[in-house]
């Protein structure tokens, strides 16, 4: 099914892009996997791989076996098994990569709990996937009401019609157990269908849901990341970013996933560093860690006391200080060590204008200037002529 933007065609498939693009209303290429193996021949003897992935909406994906024997590309839309009735997808990945996704998130290739694929979806099942698919929006809307008159704390972010409309999962989060027995009834007589309820987790739901990041890129949870690692405000601090919970939380309210991004590095470069809470022993006193700078290699210290002025020195210097006070040596001061350090001149580079020397104002519009009137200069010289003469004659 297409998008908002580009709609559905009477074949199931997106009439603006056609599967080959990629825009951030309704996730056409949501959690896409690309085929490096697609232009691989598989050796002599080997059979092409039968499970093919299927995805449905807002990035829940399957997978099922071709049991068939059909001819299926990326992008076909086909009828799959469920538990009652059929659901109908879009396949997004086949051949042997799918083989390495399943076994990469541990899907089993044999038992009972097997999904297979009925056939390629017809028109009619198209047509019935879509009118269901265009009713959830207001379900939606009514649903929330129903929550709020029965006063469960809950919120109901979305709804998943099933392929033949036979049933349909509402995805809730909620931040206690919630009773909604009474609200399945409820549900049931207003919507006449298969109700099931589904709670996920709120990075789940931003997942599902999407939206632009701080960044001003589309979520990663809704684009490429497929497993949800816990974050905590340690990763912050290693990367000595401020503890501000509007800046590091994202649109799930739980802390951005990409500040575990870079962490290795930063644990990394910051095993080169002496530890921070090590003193500093010096003939004028003890002397502590106040701040670090990862990327330059520079510490700052100040004597317990004098907290306002800080002494800057190379992570290098604090390592020769903590060798010697070791030894049961102190240094004289940290001024010695500070004064040492160089400030590297941020040196200005000099832009040359490589089409010529023309102005970068050139085409501006400049002002006219003022042009004096020439009557009323004659005007003056004439009456301060005569009065010249009169003191000549003087």
């Known amino acids: 099914m297409g998008c908002n933007s580009c709609s559905t065609g009477k074949d199931g498939q997106p009439k603006g892009c056609k599967n080959n693009g990629t825009c951030g209303t309704d996730s056409c290429n949501k959690l896409t996997v690309f085929d490096w193996l697609s232009n691989m021949n598989l050796p002599n003897g080997e059979e092409p791989f039968d499970w093919v992935e299927v995805r449905y909406k807002n990035g829940r994906k399957h997978y099922y076996k071709n049991t068939e024997n059909l001819t299926l590309n990326i992008g076909d839309v086909v009828a799959t098994q469920a538990q009652y009735g059929h659901d109908?997808?879009?396949?997004?990945?086949?051949?042997?990569?799918?083989?390495?996704?399943?076994k990469r998130k541990k899907v089993p290739f044999n038992g009972d709990e097997v999904l297979k694929i009925y056939r390629k979806?017809?028109?009619?099942?198209?047509?019935?996937?879509?009118?269901?698919?265009?009713?959830?929006e207001k379900m939606k809307v009514k649903a929330r009401q129903f929550a709020i008159d029965l006063n469960l704390k809950m919120k109901i972010s979305d709804i998943e019609y099933q392929g033949d409309a036979s049933k349909a999962t509402f995805y809730y989060t909620a931040e206690e157990r919630v009773d909604f027995r009474e609200l399945i009834k409820i549900f049931a007589r207003e919507f006449k269908t298969r109700i099931e309820m589904k709670q996920v987790?709120?990075?789940?739901?931003?997942?599902?849901?999407?939206?632009?990041?701080?960044?001003?890129?589309?979520?990663?949870?809704?684009?490429?990341?497929?497993?949800?690692?816990?974050?905590?405000?340690?990763?912050?601090?290693?990367?000595?970013?401020?503890?501000?919970?509007q800046k590091l939380a994202g649109q799930c309210g739980k802390l951005k996933c990409c500040l575990n991004y870079e962490l290795d590095t930063y644990l990394e470069a910051i095993n080169e560093f002496p530890k921070t809470d090590i003193k500093l022993e010096t003939q004028k006193g003890l002397a502590v860690c106040q701040k670090t700078d990862?990327?330059?290699?520079?510490?700052?210290?100040?004597?317990?006391?004098?907290?306002?002025?800080?002494?800057?020195?190379?992570?290098?210097?604090?390592?020769?200080?903590?060798?010697?006070?070791?030894?049961?040596?102190?240094?004289?001061?940290?001024?010695?060590?500070?004064?040492?350090?160089?400030?590297?001149e941020h040196t200005k580079t000099n832009f040359e204008n490589v089409v010529g020397q023309d102005s970068l104002t050139r085409f501006d519009s400049k002002k006219p200037k003022k042009r004096r009137n020439n009557k009323r200069r004659k005007s003056r010289n004439k009456r301060r002529k005569p009065q010249n003469k009169k003191n000549n004659e003087k």
């Open 201 to 245: 987790g709120f990075r789940q739901e931003a997942a599902r849901l999407g939206g632009i990041g701080s960044c001003g890129r589309e979520l990663c949870c809704s684009t490429w990341l497929t497993d949800f690692r816990s974050v905590s405000t340690s990763a912050a601090r290693y990367q000595q970013l401020s503890l501000n919970p």
């Open 121 to 136: 979806a017809s028109q009619k099942d198209i047509d019935i996937w879509v009118s269901a698919r265009e009713k959830e």
């Open 294 to 344: 990862i990327f330059k290699g520079i510490m700052w210290y100040a004597y317990e006391g004098e907290w306002a002025n800080w002494f800057k020195i190379t992570k290098d210097q604090a390592k020769e200080i903590i060798a010697q006070n070791k030894k049961n040596k102190k240094v004289a001061s940290l001024e010695e060590f500070s004064a040492d350090v160089v400030e590297e």
């Open 88 to 102: 109908v997808g879009t396949v997004t990945l086949t051949g042997e990569l799918v083989r390495v996704q399943m």
